[in-house]
């Protein structure tokens, strides 16, 4: 019987010695290209090279190697087809049983800071994917392994029955087209960007597995953490995590929100966060005053909450957290004093994120039944050049503090969103409601005694002055909200009549 036959070819050359040998032990003859070649013979696995097959040799820098007749022949004859038989042997073509292929490091080459794009081009694989489709067609007679981590259970296998299973063979093949696909995904998505089409035909973009979830929004929901195959550095997808239980499905969302959240602000500051909506957002001179500020906004709902901030966690601001029940602290970093204070929380996750690095715009996707929404992110700020004041009164230094930090933090409340703040802290935050009023009752019902001379940030428009109103007879001062309803009017003459300055930013941030 003649020997079967083994085509490897890989970039990432991990394991492939023990493996090959063992394959060799199995009876297999090795076919191999250039560098895998190199390194199987340098540990004396015998190895016939690619162009002893394809009688051409490896040309253009390697641009052409397996790309041959003789190769593609050898993965896509069909075994039990008379005719494919005769064809091989008329052109004296042996099939191939097995391909172990990976691929040119295209994702890790981008990964690097000063990948040029030439780099880049250079490490698009062209004939390691067509072997790898054409082996997973062929997946009934052909064993494909694209990973490392399939070399135990192929080997196994070979061992215990001198075959791999079909069922393997096909798992094998869907891996394959899950990988190529993800591969040229990328690829795609970095051109993409590089030529600046902002609407392609297709939107195709891969993720990679991070992590199982115990379960999704609620237990009955099966739920998996994927990754971007380069995610920022400042995601919550690229946090790292010193302690705690494993996060939730509803942890990494809230954790998301809380991150875009604290990366508003320059100066110190805590954000807290419960079903998406910031509870409690406390800015200071330092992060022990944020938090403080972050807890006294609403020390009822931060119970349970997702907090994060934008410094070290020192071992004061860690003594005052480990007071209330937390699910979870994000920080850049956290002091070893601070950790010994947290760590005894058995349960408290603790992470960090590297929250000053500025995020590139990601598109922002949302899945609907059938679709996909896509869009950029909201990514404005506070343009001095868009605002104006269209009231009597302008708003004092101190109103400008607490309305700029009513309108960062506005933006990341659910709509219809009324957050108000004094100058260092939320006082009161209304999100997620069909009219306007009533976010801004709950706002002024929250804040209580602290609505007395705060400020109001509105996500969008006032359609009419009853909002105005609202705010006027609680006693707050100023209010920042986009403007461009064709009722403004009544609001700037409401804001009068109450002596409130109003600040038109004309931009809108609905958040859904
Ligand atoms: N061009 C070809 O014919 C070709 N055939 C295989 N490769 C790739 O070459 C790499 C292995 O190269 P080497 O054995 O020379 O180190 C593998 O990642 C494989 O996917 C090729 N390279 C790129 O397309």
Redesign the pocket.
């Known amino acids: 019987m003649s020997k079967k036959r083994a085509l490897v070819?890989?970039?990432n050359?991990e394991g492939i010695v023990e493996f090959v040998q063992a394959l060799v032990e199995q009876g297999f003859e090795v076919v191999?290209?250039?560098?895998?070649?190199?390194?199987l013979q340098d540990a004396d696995v015998p190895v016939i090279g690619i162009s002893e097959v394809t009688n051409f040799p490896?040309i253009l820098d390697?641009?052409?190697?397996?790309?041959?007749p003789n190769i593609h022949s050898g993965l896509l004859a069909m075994r039990e087809r008379a005719e494919h038989q005769e064809q091989l042997s008329e052109h004296n073509i042996t099939p191939i049983d097995l391909v172990v292929?990976?691929?040119?490091p295209f994702k890790e080459t981008i990964a690097k800071p000063n990948c040029t794009f030439e780099d880049a081009i250079e490490n698009?694989?062209?004939?390691?994917?067509?072997?790898l489709r054409a082996a997973a067609k062929n997946h009934n007679h052909v064993t494909v392994v694209v990973d490392p981590v399939d070399y135990a259970t192929v080997l196994t296998e070979l061992k215990d029955s001198q075959d791999v299973s079909i069922e393997t063979k096909r798992r094998l093949a869907a891996k394959v087209f899950r990988h190529t696909a993800a591969y040229d995904a990328l690829i795609a998505e970095y051109l993409t960007e590089a030529v600046e089409e902002t609407e392609p035909e297709t939107f195709t973009v891969t993720y990679e597995r991070k992590q199982g979830l115990r379960y999704g929004e609620n237990p009955h929901q099966q739920a998996t953490f994927y990754k971007k195959p380069l995610a920022d550095a400042g995601s919550i997808a690229s946090a790292t995590q010193l302690h705690g239980k494993e996060l939730s499905y509803n942890n990494i969302h809230d954790a998301d929100a809380a991150l875009a959240i604290v990366k508003e602000f320059t100066e110190p500051a805590v954000v807290a966060v419960k079903h998406m909506n910031p509870c409690g957002v406390g800015s200071g001179t330092t992060i022990e005053e944020a938090y403080g500020r972050a807890y006294e906004a609403d020390p009822v709902s931060i119970f349970g909450g997702i907090v994060a901030a934008n410094r070290e966690i020192d071992e004061a601001t860690a003594l005052k957290m480990k007071e209330i029940f937390l699910e979870i602290i994000i920080a850049p970093s956290f002091s070893q004093a601070a950790l010994d204070v947290l760590t005894t929380k058995k349960n408290l996750r603790l992470l960090t994120v590297d929250v000053t690095k500025q995020a590139k715009p990601e598109a922002m996707l949302t899945s609907i039944h059938g679709g996909l929404l896509v869009q950029d992110e909201d990514q404005f700020g506070f343009d001095e050049a868009t605002i104006s004041v269209p009231t009597k009164r302008e708003p004092t230094e101190e109103e400008w503090a607490a309305l700029k930090l009513a309108w960062k933090v506005v933006k990341h409340v659910k709509s219809n969103a009324i957050v108000l703040t004094n100058g260092q802290m939320t006082v009161g935050v209304g999100a997620g409601q069909m009219n306007r009023v009533g976010a801004a009752d709950i706002a002024i019902a929250q804040a209580n005694d602290r609505v007395q001379g705060s400020v109001m940030g509105s996500d969008a428009f006032f359609p009419m002055g009853d909002t105005v109103e609202l705010a006027g007879k609680a006693g707050i001062t100023a209010i920042i909200q986009p403007g461009g309803s064709i009722k403004d009017q009544d609001s700037i003459d409401m804001a009068d009549k109450y002596g409130i300055a109003m600040v038109m930013t004309g931009v809108r941030h609905f958040k859904h």
């Open positions: 070819s890989v970039s050359k191999s290209t250039g560098g895998t070649k190199k390194a490896e390697g641009r052409v190697k397996t790309l041959h292929v990976n691929l040119y698009i694989d062209i004939g390691g994917p067509s072997m």
